[in-house]
């Protein structure tokens, strides 16, 4: 009997072997050809914007007018340009969230 699939699981054992600092080209040759399969890929990109989600300081969060970009370690909505990222288009507040993201690593980086 074959084992069923379950390719979220293979998302996130993929995931944390590419993140290792050592992968062999074939174990990269297996990731790629794991990702082409459409369902697989869909778990990857979920299992990433996941982590992403969770491992970020700056996240985009729906409010009653858009979206916010909410500030996990104040739990307030973040500044950016002078203003408090709410109750905007989606688009824009994950690119702000993105954005907000490298300077907030680049900040860590420079501080160790």
């Known amino acids: 009997m074959k084992a069923p699939r379950r390719p979220a ?5 993929w995931i944390d072997k590419l993140s290792r600092p050592a992968i062999s080209n074939d174990d990269l040759f297996a990731f790629f050809a794991w990702r082409r399969d459409p ?13 992403k ?3 970020s300081r700056f996240v985009s969060e729906p409010d009653p007018f858009g979206f916010t970009v909410l500030d996990r370690a104040s739990g307030e909505a973040a500044e950016f ?15 702000i969230a993105e954005i907000l993201n490298r300077r907030d690593l680049r900040a860590r980086a420079r501080a160790h």
């Open 9 to 13: 699981a293979q998302a996130a054992a």
């Open 53 to 55: 989600r969770r491992e």
């Open 81 to 95: 340009a002078g203003r408090a990222q709410t109750g905007i288009p989606e688009a824009d507040a994950e690119d």
């Open 39 to 51: 369902v697989n890929l869909a778990a990857y990109e979920a299992e990433s914007r996941t982590r």
